[in-house]
Nanobody, 125 residues
């Protein structure tokens, strides 16, 4: 079993920045990613990172968000130029078995992943 604990959410003005962190209890070399879900909306993939450091981003966040992870099992999402459409519950996921990611599909099946409780991001205009 893996525990994932997100932190760093909060409220910022449009155009501002936030840094989200996800502390993984272990196996951070596996495929990991950030997803978000706003009330009444479907879950949306934000970014993924492979065990080798390869990254993949959703179209709505390309050029604004950066995913990374360190050697201490911490996944980070640097968010800049936040927009009014970015508010959501952001949560991280980790694949149970694989270090490779194939876009967001690798983290889409609940049976294949661990996920955290999420951290809320609010953007005011």
């Amino acid at each position: 079993q893996v525990q994932l604990v997100e932190s760093g959410g909060g409220s910022v003005q449009a155009g501002g920045s936030l840094r989200l962190s996800c502390a993984a209890s272990r196996y951070a070399y596996r495929c990991m990613g950030w997803f978000r879900q706003a009330p009444g909306q479907d879950r949306e993939g934000v970014a993924t990172i492979t065990g080798a450091g390869g990254t993949y981003y959703g179209d709505s966040v390309k050029g604004r968000f950066t995913i990374s992870k360190d050697n201490k099992n911490t996944l980070t999402l640097e968010m800049t130029t936040l927009r009014p459409e970015d508010p959501a519950l952001y949560y991280c996921e980790q694949h149970k078995f694989s270090a490779a990611c194939s876009g967001f599909k690798s983290l889409a099946r609940n049976d294949d992943v661990y996920w955290g409780q999420g951290t809320q991001v609010t953007v005011s205009s």
